[in-house]
């Protein structure tokens, strides 16, 4: 059984000091973007949730991070104009918000109108309490439709179906679990939501329980967790992964430059993060490659173990290459999320491809049912021009330069780039 990745970053605080830190933050709740120069920009500190450090081995990680302090570059454009920010950590969102979030992938329309009648299924490990209570307190602050187990919307269950019988509650993979369904929501706030909770963090417990969210009607299913890879990759590939018809996404991790599995499953969309702000250009945002460090920022790389998927033609990587496309990943420019299990109630920003998965599972429900003998996976590259091309930043240092350095189309990074509307995720 795989262990945690090497380089995997440990549960101390980090600094993050990004440009994309520098750039202001849309004011969330409003839906207008608001605009502050780089000299109103503060370094924000981070930690990674508990989940992100296993806690034996042959246990997989989540990949988000949550921030903790610092006065964050969105707080800083509301002072910019005259609003006094809420407190950190509790009193009220300090990132991204839905209304951002579409505004900046192309999304305002689709959202409106798409996902109705999907099911975009999370898969995380052990169980969160108050899942249901925290994604109706994201839901009715935002002015989102009501998803709920009464009105048939949102639905949890164990690896085996059971909704009764659920794993062992978790503080660390809760926050994880709210950050997931938190990002479904805001893209896809029409769709229906099922949540897949794994007994535990092992490749054995997360694959069955995707085999289980297929197996309930989910065309659309999340892992926002990884590991580093091993030979076992092509079996778990055959039994966990090989769903035509369904869209599954994985974060490409958090450590930098260097593979994870099961983000390296061919069967699979990998995704990377980026640095997400806004901008005085035609879209109105920008984004760049998501590093914070050496150690910290959105994976990529070249598989040891997968075959490349017929879809896949750059020449350097011989194998599968992680990404195939990306989102918003970086701390700096984080999401809101609300949770309430082993921390203090109350609101949150965090980053991290965990943000990214869901993100773009949720996007894929927007463009409509896959062909039922198709891989999605494969949609982004019959539509390259449909995306926002990533062409800055790096995660870390490497021989074939496009495997950690963004650059005008595909890189390992950013994959083709981030969702521009619904076309690149379509058949």
């Known amino acids: 059984m795989r262990t945690n990745s090497p380089h995997r970053h440990p549960a101390w ?16 709740g409003l839906g207008t973007a608001v605009h502050a120069d780089a000299t ?8 990674a949730t508990p989940c992100a450090t296993p806690k034996k081995a042959g246990e997989l990680a989540c990949d ?3 921030v903790t302090g610092g ?3 969105f707080q800083k454009a509301q002072q910019a104009h005259g609003i006094t920010p809420k407190a950190a950590d509790a009193a009220g969102p300090t990132g991204y918000g839905p209304t951002d979030l579409r505004s900046a992938y192309g999304l305002t329309a689709a959202a409106a109108s798409g996902g109705t009648g999907a099911t975009v299924a999370i ?14 307190t994201y839901r009715s602050y935002y002015g ?7 009105n048939g919307c949102f639905k949890k269950v164990s690896q085996t179906g059971s909704t009764t019988s659920l794993p062992a509650s978790d503080a660390g993979w809760s926050e994880e679990i709210s950050l997931d369904l938190d990002m479904v929501s805001a893209i896809a706030p029409n769709a229906h939501i099922l949540l897949v909770e794994a007994t535990s963090p092992t490749m054995a417990n997360l694959g069955k329980s995707v085999n289980e969210a297929v197996a309930l009607g989910a065309k659309f299913v999340s892992n926002s967790y990884g590991g580093s890879e091993s030979s076992s990759d092509t079996s778990y590939d055959s039994s966990y992964f090989n769903h035509p018809g369904v869209a599954i996404t994985v974060s490409a991790g958090d450590s930098g430059y260097g593979t994870e599995y099961p983000a390296a499953s061919k069967y699979v969309t990998s995704v990377g993060g980026t640095a997400l702000s806004t901008a005085s250009n035609s879209r109105g945002w920008t984004e760049t490659v998501w590093r914070t460090s050496s150690t910290e920022g959105t994976g990529s790389g070249c598989s040891t173990y997968d075959a490349k998927p017929s879809w896949q033609t750059d020449t350097g990587c011989t ?7 990306s989102a918003v990943a ?17 609101w949150y920003t965090f980053g991290g491809t965990s943000a990214a998965a869901p993100i773009i599972a949720s996007v894929y429900a927007l463009a409509g049912t896959p062909g039922s003998s198709d891989y999605p996976a494969q949609y982004p590259y019959q539509h390259t021009s449909a995306l926002n091309d990533v062409t800055s930043g790096n995660n870390g240092t490497c021989t074939t330069s496009y495997f950690c350095t963004a650059r005008t189309g595909y890189d390992g990074p950013t994959g083709l780039g981030t969702p521009e509307g619904v076309t690149g995720f379509t058949s």
């Open 319 to 325: 194998k599968r290459m992680i990404s195939d496309v």
């Open 123 to 136: 898969v995380d490990a052990y169980n969160d309490p108050n899942a249901e209570a925290d994604l109706a």
């Open 64 to 66: 988000s991070l949550r």
């Open 40 to 47: 109103t920009s503060s370094k924000v500190t981070w930690t």
């Open 71 to 73: 006065t964050t570059a």
């Open 13 to 28: 605080r980090r600094v993050g000091t990004a440009a994309a830190a520098t750039a202001a933050l849309a004011l969330a």
């Open 144 to 150: 989102l439709p009501a998803c709920t187990t009464a």
């Open 330 to 346: 970086d701390p700096a420019t984080g999401v809101s999320v609300y949770d309430s299990y082993g921390i203090t109630a109350g």
